[in-house]
């Protein structure tokens, strides 16, 4: 089993920042994808951005340029800078963590809490 614990959400000021993070604790396969989803009020949850334990990245198109997706693998954790923040960003945010094992080849997903990332206009 995985338990993320995520940090960092809040109120901020249209174009401001906020860093997120997300630490995974449990039996992580070296084999994974950790990444933030959002999903606002009234809408289905999206990807915002993934990072691969390989250091390959994947962003919503939305955020490119202005969000930028991190990950220490010693401390199984990652991280979300947000920077110039707009309303439309407002939303629960999510961490998540997909992991292969090779052993069994066992696919699995796991979920964060969520956080409220609120950007006032």
């Known amino acids: 089993q995985v338990q993320l614990v995520e940090s960092g959400g809040g109120l901020v000021q249209a174009g401001g920042s906020l860093r997120l993070s997300c630490a995974a604790s449990?039996?992580?396969?070296?084999?994974?994808?950790m990444g933030w989803y959002r999903q606002a009020p009234g809408k289905e949850r999206e990807l915002v951005a993934n990072?691969?334990?390989?250091?390959?990245?994947d962003y919503a198109d939305s955020v490119k340029g202005r969000f930028t997706i991190s990950r220490d693998n010693g401390k199984n954790t990652v991280y979300l800078q947000m920077n110039t923040l707009k309303p439309e960003d407002t939303a629960v945010y999510y961490c998540?963590?997909?992991?292969?094992?090779?052993?069994?080849?066992?696919?699995?997903?796991?979920w964060g809490q969520g956080t409220q990332v609120t950007i006032s206009s």
């Open positions: 998540r963590i997909a992991t292969y094992k090779v052993t069994t080849r066992a696919l699995s997903n796991y």
């Open positions: 449990g039996s992580i396969p070296s084999i994974n994808v």
């Open positions: 990072m691969a334990s390989g250091g390959s990245t």
